[in-house]
């Protein structure tokens, strides 16, 4: 039975050792992604790490060079489009105070709000408050008002466009 086991795991170290002999070249591969050696072993070690964990599903007779790149290059597009979404000092930024500013203000601002609003159309106020307020799509809004989506579109634009004016005097073109 040992002899049995033996033979089985052969094939799949022979592909191991060749992925050790291509390691040199997963090198080269990484540092056309990165700009430090330290990321492009780090990306060498996670790409490592992934292939040996999915040896099996390695197809013997095929390109194991090939194989390895694919993987290193999945491993890097998945490493930056986290980087993109967490921004770099983000734990540093979570310990820091929240600057608020001053209660006075937003009550000051609160108040010029709800007169802005008082002073739109109702058309313009409901759909403003619909969509913008309560988050509504343009669709849900168009069922409530009993109109067209272009309808509801076009006095959200205008109800903007006033409340701008109202807040600041200046139109928003």
């Known amino acids: ?22 390691i040199p070249a997963l090198r080269a591969f990484a540092r056309t992604f990165t700009s430090s050696s330290f990321e492009a072993d780090d990306l060498v070690q996670e790409t490592l790490l992934r292939a040996l964990r999915s040896i099996d599903q390695f197809a ?5 060079k090939s194989w390895l790149f694919t993987i290193m290059r999945n491993v890097f ?3 930056y ?32 709000l709800r007169h802005a609003l008082e002073l739109l159309t ?3 106020r409901e759909v403003l408050v ?3 307020g309560f988050g509504m ?19 959200l634009n205008r109800a903007r466009e006033e409340l701008v004016t109202q807040m600041h005097g200046n139109p928003l073109n």
Do not use: F
Request: hydrophobic share 35%; glycine share 4%; charged share 25%.
């Open 77 to 79: 597009r998945t490493q």
């Open 122 to 124: 109702p058309e313009h």
């Open 130 to 132: 619909l969509v913008a």
């Open 81 to 112: 489009k986290l980087r993109k979404r967490e921004s770099p000092g983000a734990m540093d930024s979570a310990e820091l105070s929240i600057p608020a500013a001053p209660a006075q203000e937003w009550s000051v601002l609160n108040g010029e």
């Open 137 to 155: 799509s343009y669709k849900e809004a168009a069922d409530i008002c009993d109109c067209a989506i272009g309808t509801i579109k076009s006095r």
């Open 60 to 64: 013997p007779g095929t390109s194991l």
């Open 1 to 22: 039975m040992p002899a049995i086991i033996s033979e089985a795991r052969q094939p799949s170290s022979r592909v191991e050792e060749q992925v050790v002999d291509l």
